[in-house]
């Protein structure tokens, strides 16, 4: 599986988009990114993921360059509650369904 | 619908003792993953089943760890002898039968070796 790079923490205020970037520039065609979350002390919960388009749920988009070699996960509106350690996983297709988590960013959202 | 149900929540042990984590995946759900986090390693996947078949054991540490699936709607992960470096968060995760489906995590174990 491709090698993501985030930033480790992150700043918001609530109310207002955050924006959580993600590198992985040697993502194969095959590979979906996949976001996920961990609120403190709670199991990491699953947010979205693409594989070329974006895409949007209620809970968030996801933006993925062109060149896939790099994707953005919007919240639109953060709240406290989001305040969380999110991870961008860069899995394969045709396999059963490891994620490999790295470290992370960790978001604080402030009022 | 319940979501993974893991037991017990919290478990303190002397070194040397044996410990069983228990996990319920969501009813349906075909594969199942046990995972561990600690401060230093962050989350590790220890191991996972398909269809109550352990696919792949390379993250089990060593061989005081063993994890089986006796039928579809549970599983276990066994440390025996345990050790104080075993300490950490277990988590255990379900996902229905297609590849790209999201895991649900459960709420997680905390154990703790004396």
């Known amino acids: 599986d491709a090698k993501t790079t985030q930033p480790p923490s992150m700043d918001c205020a609530e109310g207002r988009a955050a924006n959580l970037p993600c590198n992985h520039s040697?993502?194969?065609?095959?590979?979906?990114v996949y976001w996920y979350r961990q609120i403190h002390s709670q199991g990491p919960q699953y947010i979205i993921h693409?594989?070329?388009n974006n895409e949007t749920n209620e809970m968030a988009s996801l933006i993925i360059t062109e060149d896939r070699k790099s994707s953005t996960l919007i919240l639109p509106h953060a709240t406290l509650r989001d305040t969380a350690v999110y991870y961008c996983?860069?899995?394969?297709?045709?396999?059963?369904?490891?994620?490999?988590f790295g470290t992370g960013t960790r978001l604080q959202v402030t009022l | 619908d319940a979501g993974v149900i893991q037991s017990p929540r919290h478990e303190v042990t002397e070194m040397g003792q044996e410990v069983t984590l228990r996990c319920k995946p969501i009813?349906?759900?075909?594969?199942l993953f046990w995972y561990r986090q600690t401060m230093m390693r962050g989350l590790e996947l220890l191991i996972y089943?398909?269809?109550?078949?352990?696919?792949?054991d390379s993250g089990m540490p060593e061989d005081r760890f063993s994890a089986k699936m006796p039928n579809a709607s549970f599983s276990t992960l066994k440390i025996q002898p345990s050790e104080p470096r075993d300490s950490a968060v277990y988590f255990c995760?379900?996902?229905?039968?297609?590849?790209?489906?999201?895991?649900?995590f459960g709420p997680g174990t905390r154990l703790t070796v004396l």
């Open positions: 089943f398909n269809n109550n078949v352990p696919i792949d």
């Open positions: 996983i860069v899995r394969l297709t045709g396999t059963a369904s490891k994620l490999t």
């Open positions: 995760a379900s996902s229905p039968f297609r590849q790209e489906d999201e895991q649900f």
């Open positions: 009813s349906g759900h075909n594969s």
């Open positions: 040697t993502i194969s065609g095959n590979e979906y």
């Open positions: 693409g594989l070329k």
